[in-house]
């Protein structure tokens, strides 16, 4: 696993999007503060740029470096979480202008795989997580199900866990201002 993720971070840091299986389902990524990288992201998906992606974190610290308010409510959230969970957040900083919504938000996921963690880990950014399909298309629920024009047009394709099955996506939570949980995907 090691070999697999220093060639992820070094297509990570060539700017390079990568096709990697996630604690959820296979995913679509990058480096989330290189704008660049991520316009790539939503060409490969024929995806429109207002609608915003998932970025995953390796840690709460990690989350604190682009979220400068984290609610209480939130980190109560991501402690007792049983299935992976993606948070929306107010205010984010130091993210590519492009993974941000509109409305000045961003989705963050601390996924609990090893891969994953390792990934962002050793890359020390933040990466793009979106489902490997065209938009609008059907989410992958296995590798063999990937569409062959993402997987021709993705720079960096994982070697690990081709046979794994997962249709699960995370749960979507917002936070109002008020601190009530909105559910956004259950």
């Known amino acids: 696993m090691e ?17 990697y ?6 995913g679509l990524g990058c480096d989330a503060t290189n704008t660049a990288a991520v316009s790539k992201i939503y060409t490969l998906k024929n995806r429109v740029a207002s609608k915003s992606l998932i970025i995953l974190v390796d840690s709460i610290t990690m989350l604190q470096d682009y979220i400068t308010d984290i609610p209480k409510v939130a980190l109560d959230i991501l402690e007792k979480a049983t299935k992976p969970t993606t948070i929306i957040y107010k205010n984010p900083k130091g993210l590519a202008t492009n993974v941000v919504a509109e409305d000045n938000t961003v989705g963050i996921r601390i996924p609990n795989d090893v891969f994953c963690k390792k990934l962002i880990s050793e890359f020390g950014k933040p990466i793009v997580s979106t489902s490997a399909n065209i938009s609008g298309a059907p989410t ?13 047009s993705v720079d960096y394709i994982v070697n690990l866990h081709h046979d794994k ?3 699960t ?13 909105e559910v956004i995907r259950a």
Not at 21 to 26: C, E, G, K, L, S
């Open 3 to 19: 070999t697999l993720v220093q060639e992820c971070v070094k297509a990570l840091q060539e700017n390079k999007t990568i096709l």
């Open 21 to 26: 299986p996630t604690d959820t389902v296979w």
């Open 140 to 152: 992958p629920q296995t590798f063999s199900e990937i569409s062959p024009a993402i997987l021709h």
């Open 165 to 167: 099955i997962n249709d």
């Open 169 to 181: 996506s995370s749960t979507i939570l917002r936070i109002t201002d008020t601190d009530k949980i």
